[in-house]
């Protein structure tokens, strides 16, 4: 009895002096944890939050964009494709998209999942190795989800049901968006992983504009022209507003390209550079092409090689030079001029020229970007195999990616339209389509005014 009694004193003694330690060291440990959190670099965070609200300008300049486009009936009811996707995608985000984005791999890498970011829960202290706090990063990723599904809109516009998009563009987030960012741009995706240093695509090349050009022709071909499509005049109701929007797409694509730097450096200055270049030259040369085809230059021209402009140069902006930037502007206005006549001669109505623009330019850049890759990008990705790496071997990685891309969102995006269809409903009957989306859907009217076409 006795031992036990001395035993049990030594073991207190020990735990007294433990705990003592342990409190002792408590300030420490804690200091030594905060120490292995990244600090938020203030610089860089405030690059982060611009170019997060440039990239949300992006959708009203959009809006704008295809508003001033189609006829007056349907001004509203187009602009609200947009505004409604800032709405249902913003929240759909924050619930489960950003996990199914940038979570672990799961279904065997199909998609991502981490319940910390289920509602963005599990993030409220997290710093990212990039010096900035997860929440804006989660914010700046959200605005190409909310800006993708809206450009797809743009080619079936004027002949859809509002409750069809809203459903569309729900279903379409979860399984074609979410899986398609997971894959290009988490770090255990499968094509961020091809090759050497994974496909290029630096903001969106496949992720948004071949996503959304292929998504948006499906739709197109599924639903059938607008009635009256080719034989009926469809002038666009306000080129102003047009040429305005194409301005804050402009503007706000510095957002989305030097933001995907997600730095504040040389990185970032080389993108915004590039982003400038490639939108100027676009614009140049669509109205080199129309004085020389057309005899003269035209506003729904130069916006349109603006846009290719911008469109190319997103999947290339780290990775080329200016002069490079220059040849893709070009290369762009002159590919996507000579095929929106394809729409033409095929008789498809893509209202306006989603697929045309954003589809086409965009398999370009991600093709055509190998060569113009800068010189220091090869060598980091010869030093990652060991040995070489060639631009024909890198060709063949963003040939994958971007075959990949079209065949996935070709199947699901089609199954989606006739699921669509056949449930709520997608395509507007012939009565509410001849009165107008405004009037049909809204109950408004854009101008205040009634019995305009």
Same mark, same amino acid.
Request: with cysteine.
């Given at each position: 009895m006795g031992n036990r009694k001395e035993s049990w004193g030594r073991s207190s003694g020990c735990r007294v002096i433990a705990?003592?330690?342990? #409190?002792?060291l408590l300030p420490a440990a804690t200091l030594w944890a905060a120490e292995t959190q990244p600090a938020v670099d203030s610089g860089t965070t405030a690059w982060m939050l611009t170019s997060t609200a440039l990239v949300l300008l992006m959708v009203p300049g959009l809006a704008m964009f295809y508003g001033g486009l189609v006829r007056t009936k349907n001004v509203l009811g187009t602009m609200m494709h947009s505004?409604?996707?800032?709405? #249902? #995608?913003?929240? !759909?985000?924050?619930v489960f998209g950003y996990s199914m984005a940038f979570g672990k791999n799961v279904l065997g890498g199909w998609c991502g999942w981490n319940p910390d970011y289920f509602m963005l829960k599990g993030i409220d202290n997290v710093i990212l190795d990039a010096h900035v706090p997860e929440y804006v990063f989660a914010? &700046?990723?959200?605005?190409?989800?909310?800006?993708? /599904?809206?450009? #797809?809109?743009?080619?079936?516009? @004027?002949?859809?049901? %509002?409750?069809?998009?809203?459903l569309y563009i729900v279903l379409w987030m979860a399984v074609v968006y979410a899986p398609l960012c997971h894959w290009v741009w988490a770090e255990d995706g499968w094509i961020f992983n091809l090759g050497a240093s994974g496909a290029i695509d630096f903001a969106g090349g496949t992720v948004v504009h071949i996503s959304a050009g292929i998504s948006g022709?499906?739709?197109?071909?599924?639903?059938?022209?607008?009635?009256?499509? /080719?034989?009926?005049?469809?002038? /666009?109701?306000?080129?102003?507003?047009?040429l305005m929007g194409a301005g804050l797409l402009w503007v706000g694509w510095f957002g989305f390209n030097a933001g995907s730097a997600v730095s504040s450096g040389l990185d970032t200055a080389r993108a915004l550079?590039?982003?400038q270049v490639a939108a100027a030259a676009g614009a140049t040369a669509w109205l080199i092409i129309e004085a020389i085809h057309l005899g003269k230059a035209t506003t729904l021209g130069i916006v349109s090689g603006i846009l290719a402009g911008l469109v190319v140069i997103t999947p290339a902006a780290g990775v080329v030079k200016p002069a490079g930037a220059i040849f893709m502007g070009m290369a762009a206005s002159v590919v996507?001029? %000579?095929? !929106? &006549? !394809?729409? @033409?001669k095929l008789g498809y109505d893509d209202s306006l020229d989603a697929f045309g623009i954003h589809g086409v330019a965009g398999i370009l850049g991600a093709l055509i970007l190998v060569f113009f890759i800068r010189g220091s990008w090869m060598h980091e990705a010869a030093a990652n195999?060991?040995?070489?790496?060639?631009?024909m071997q890198q060709f063949l990685v963003q040939c994958k990616a971007v075959g990949a891309t079209i065949v996935y969102t070709v199947v699901v995006s089609g199954i989606l339209v006739v699921l669509v269809d056949k449930t709520v409903g997608f395509r507007l009957s012939e009565i509410d389509e001849k009165s107008g989306m405004d009037h049909a859907l809204h109950g408004e009217h854009g101008y205040g005014l009634t019995n305009l076409n």
């Open positions: 705990l003592s330690v342990a #409190i002792l505004f409604a996707a800032m709405g #249902i #995608i913003g929240v !759909l985000w924050v914010m &700046f990723q959200g605005k190409f989800a909310i800006i993708t /599904p809206a450009l #797809i809109a743009g080619a079936f516009a @004027e002949r859809v049901s %509002f409750r069809g998009y809203c022709l499906v739709a197109a071909l599924y639903l059938g022209a607008r009635r009256g499509y /080719p034989k009926t005049a469809m002038h /666009p109701n306000n080129l102003v507003m047009t550079t590039v982003t996507c001029y %000579f095929g !929106l &006549f !394809l729409k @033409e195999v060991g040995g070489s790496w060639s631009v």
